[in-house]
């Protein structure tokens, strides 16, 4: 069965970095687009990131462009979001989301989060 | 941007009647891309709608999705008790970026 977890969230100072990490299992990894979507506390939910099957392309919620970068390693089954220059208002739950099988941005698998807070 | 507006925020509906959940785009989706999830406390969202109206594997029949343009619905029919939940719509006809809706919570009356 698909299972994406995700790990590397915590707590982090504003300006600091940290690397998420979302190991996926139970279907062929590099064929499927991954994204990051995020869920301020007690908010609804916010797309963040996408990344081609192959890693050439990526995509950006304006809000993180510059600070927030998406890649994969197809070889260890493995999604990643290294967040730079974070701030309290990325402070969320963030989930590694599979693209769907029929071939559109719509999401048919989540993780079940990582909690990265962003406070002094 | 695509900025999806879901109302009500919050729906109370009996066990066994029917919710009706509207989602209204800011801009024509004339590719008919938008979907409906399920999220329930604690969980990460479930897919159950995509492209308006075609359900999603293993999601039961009483959940159905309508509309075009920029006005969207979602159905539940019979509500059981594991319906009770928030509901986000989500657009995927332009992007980046795709956007959700704020979301409404279908709460027991």
């Known amino acids: 069965q698909v299972q994406l977890v995700e790990s590397g969230g915590g707590v982090v100072q504003p300006g600091r970095s940290l690397r998420l990490s979302c190991a996926a299992s139970?279907?062929?990894?590099?064929?499927?687009?991954m994204n990051w979507v995020r869920q301020a506390p007690g908010k609804g939910l916010e797309w963040v990131a996408v990344?081609?099957?192959?890693?050439?392309?990526?995509y950006y919620l304006d809000s993180v462009k510059g600070r927030f970068s998406i890649s994969r390693d197809n070889s260890k089954n493995t999604l990643y979001l290294q967040m730079n220059s974070l701030r309290p208002e990325d402070t969320a739950v963030y989930y590694c989301?599979?693209?769907?099988?029929?071939?559109?941005?719509?999401?048919?698998?989540w993780g079940q989060g990582t909690l990265v807070t962003v406070s002094s | 941007e695509i900025v999806l507006t879901q109302s009500p925020a919050t729906l109370s509906v009996s066990p066994g009647e029917t919710a009706t959940l509207s989602c209204r785009a800011s801009q024509i989706l004339n590719r008919g891309y938008l979907a409906w999830y399920q999220q329930k406390p604690g969980q990460a969202p479930r897919l159950l709608i995509y492209g308006v109206s075609t359900r999603a594997t293993g999601i039961p029949a009483r959940f159905s999705g309508s509309g075009s343009g920029t006005e969207f619905t979602l159905t539940i029919s019979s509500l059981q008790s594991e319906d009770f939940a928030v509901y986000y719509c989500?657009?995927?006809?332009?992007?980046?970026?795709?956007?959700f809706g704020g979301g409404t919570k279908v709460e027991i009356k």
């Open positions: 989301a599979k693209d769907s099988s029929i071939g559109a941005r719509t999401f048919d698998y």
């Open positions: 989500q657009q995927y006809n332009n992007w980046p970026p795709v956007t």
């Open positions: 990344i081609s099957y192959d890693g050439g392309n990526q």
């Open positions: 139970g279907f062929t990894f590099s064929n499927y687009g």
